[in-house]
């Protein structure tokens, strides 16, 4: 396997003990080093099993998965799969560790064996990314919701890690919150990360590279965004929503108005309206 590719699944089922039904049902995947790949689809679609097998979290009970070229299967593999692959959880609750919010983010680096100095480096800078800085030294038990799914993901961050699965980050977030959110990321990805973004908000993955669309335990669509888009209302048959943005951008170019080369984006449209 070259070793530029992040995750390489083939056939990989799932099933939870006691379930009739896998969750994952034959999937093929591969992502590589540096790409930003959002993956939805509707409630029960299976985004949230693959999350946890792209973790090592969940083993796949049938297929294979490879992580950074280490076999998810072998236990000998798992420390060192879920040192380089951060994981920022649906529910923040299963994810914060300690009571003070500074040693909640402290536990990941801590984990890897750094320096106190590294640490706090490493605290200071994810703390001012997710903008948590003034909670540094409160109790996290008094948290907001969205302030906790902030905390969850300085957790991640402080980890430097080369990869980050982030299952629905931004679920609890206010609009400026879930921005803010998206202009780290970016950031991390213009550095190298790679970054698997789970989200029910389609219109997020406009800044992805690439969006897989999960349907009933399987990949139905794999591309870029705006070839998504191009199947306007089409995709509402995998129970995705068209934002507000993209069903303007589809009117007018239609309409001929604006060209075929402008992308589904706020800004996309606004620059080819008002140039
Ligand atoms: P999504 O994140 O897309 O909403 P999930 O991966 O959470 O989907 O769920 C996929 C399927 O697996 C659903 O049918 C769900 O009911 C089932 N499932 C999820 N978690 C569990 C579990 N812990 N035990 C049994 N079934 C589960
Ligand atoms: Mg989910």
Same mark, same amino acid.
């Given at each position: ?6 995750? &390489? ?9 006691? &379930? ?18 959002? /993956? ?9 099993? /693959?999350?946890?097998? =792209?973790? %090592? ?10 992580? +950074? ?24 609750? $299963? ?36 903008? =948590? ?8 038990? %008094?948290? &907001? ?27 609890? =977030? ?6 803010? =959110? ?23 993955? +406009? ?7 999960? $349907?009933?335990? $399987? ?8 070839? #998504? ?10 129970? #995705? ?13 239609? %309409? ?15 620059? %080819?309206?008002?140039?």
């Amino acid at each position: 396997m070259p070793e530029d590719v992040v995750f &390489s699944l083939r056939d990989v089922y799932f099933k939870y003990p006691g &379930s009739d039904e896998a969750a994952l049902k034959g999937i093929d995947l591969e992502v590589q080093a540096g790409e930003w790949v959002a /993956l939805v689809g509707s409630n029960g679609s299976g985004k949230s099993t /693959l999350a946890r097998i =792209l973790n %090592a979290l969940l083993i796949p009970t049938q297929g294979a998965c490879f992580i +950074l070229d280490m076999d998810s299967k072998e236990s000998e593999n798992i420390w060192a799969i879920r040192s380089k692959v951060a994981m920022v959880f649906q529910n923040p609750d $299963n994810q914060i560790v300690a009571s003070v919010v500074e040693d909640d983010t402290a536990f990941g680096p801590e984990n890897l064996g750094l320096c106190p100095s590294d640490i706090c480096e490493k605290v200071t800078w994810s703390l001012d990314a997710t903008g =948590l800085t003034e909670y540094r030294n409160k109790a996290t038990y %008094a948290l &907001s919701g969205g302030q906790k799914q902030r905390l969850a993901v300085a957790g991640a961050l402080a980890m430097t890690p080369p990869v980050i699965v982030l299952d629905e980050p931004t679920a609890m =977030l206010d609009p400026q919150g879930r921005k803010d =959110l998206l202009n780290v990321l970016s950031e991390l990805h213009m550095q190298g990360m790679t970054i698997v973004y789970i989200s029910h908000r389609i219109e997020e993955i +406009l800044s992805c590279d690439r969006v897989i669309v999960m $349907n009933e335990g $399987n990949v139905s669509w794999d591309g870029t965004p705006r070839d #998504l888009f191009e199947f306007g209302k089409g995709i509402e048959k995998w129970g #995705l929503e068209v934002p507000p943005i993209v069903r303007l951008w589809s009117m007018l170019k239609n %309409a001929g108005i604006i060209s075929k080369e402008v992308q589904p984006t706020k800004d996309g449209v606004v620059h %080819a309206l008002c140039p």
